[in-house]
């Protein structure tokens, strides 16, 4: 099995990121340490080597953090490295998996320096934000995200467990009355934008309903976690959002956002336009909604 260290150990001593300070850039965690990227790319090459030479059939790529925006100028005596090249280097790595292997690439985050080489863009549409909170994390909390283990084999409890989220991170991260869709504007019909796989559409109680019209509003794919016991669970409310959803997707995905508005002052209700004559109106509010003499229902909750 590939657990994802490099062949060559020397690298941690002969290519890895010093600041300013003169001390090591630890990794994530404060794990292990950053590696300059332009100095990592032989070893980038060698593993997709490795592992692409098992003909396993992959058709896309996921790249943790080069599209995150976690770019350093190295201050390592005897490779000094502006922030500037680290930044190229990410970009060629991405390419080359991209290019070589014509595989779909994306990465963790999504800044727009990033959005010529990468296809989706994970976590723009609900950042990971459990680490931002002790009773996230606490076994006895009911906000607690759950483990990343499965003793059945099945989903595993921290994509599974349905949470409440307290207000202030609900309102921060979750509440699409506070929502503009900046990047949408520019990238809907270059980048796709996923949720952070632990924020799958069942996850938060009380926002499926939300969440769904929002996918459908912004072009947003669903993001399910599923096994035989999930699936039955949740198939209904999966296969009657997919009817909607996907042929509206499949149009939108096509075309630039064109328009974004508010139709009330709170944000409730919204509209999005994409290309000349496709566009979505959503209410969030808590009462129905006129639009053009049809009536928007509002949101149904889940």
Request: charged share 25%.
């Amino acid at each position: 099995m590939d657990d994802g260290r490099l062949e060559d150990p020397s690298l941690y001593e002969t290519a890895t990121v010093t600041g300013k300070d003169g001390e090591k850039i630890s990794g994530y965690k404060g794990v292990g340490r950053k590696l300059n990227a332009v100095l990592a790319f032989p070893a980038v090459q060698a593993r997709m080597e490795k592992i692409m030479a098992n003909d396993i059939p992959f058709n896309s790529w996921f790249i943790d953090c080069d599209a995150y925006g976690e770019v350093y100028d190295d201050y390592s005596e005897g490779h000094v490295t502006p922030m500037e090249e680290d930044l190229a280097a990410r970009l060629k790595r991405m390419g080359y998996i991209r290019d070589e292997y014509g595989l779909v690439v994306g990465s963790e985050g999504g800044n727009d320096y990033a959005a010529s080489e990468i296809a989706f863009a994970h976590g723009i549409e609900l950042k990971s934000f459990s680490w931002m909170d002790g009773d996230m994390k606490d076994k006895e909390s009911e906000y607690y995200i759950g483990k990343y283990y499965s003793a059945e084999g099945g989903v595993t409890e921290n994509f599974a467990k349905r949470i409440p989220v307290k207000e202030k991170y609900y309102d921060v991260f979750v509440n699409p009355r506070y929502d503009v869709p900046l990047y949408k504007l520019v990238y809907n019909d270059s980048v796709i934008t996923s949720y952070h796989w632990d924020w799958s559409v069942f996850k938060i109680q009380g926002a499926t309903g939300d969440r769904m019209i929002r996918e459908i509003l912004y072009n947003v794919p669903p993001l399910y976690h599923l096994d035989a016991e999930e699936w039955e669970k949740y198939k209904e409310e999966i296969i009657a959002h997919h009817q909607v959803w996907s042929p509206f997707s499949r149009l939108a995905v096509t075309r630039e956002m064109t328009d974004f508005e508010y139709l009330t002052e709170d944000g409730a209700v919204q509209k999005t336009v994409y290309g000349e004559d496709l566009a979505a109106v959503a209410n969030f509010s808590d009462q129905a909604f006129v639009y053009q003499n049809t009536e928007i229902p509002l949101t149904p909750c889940g």
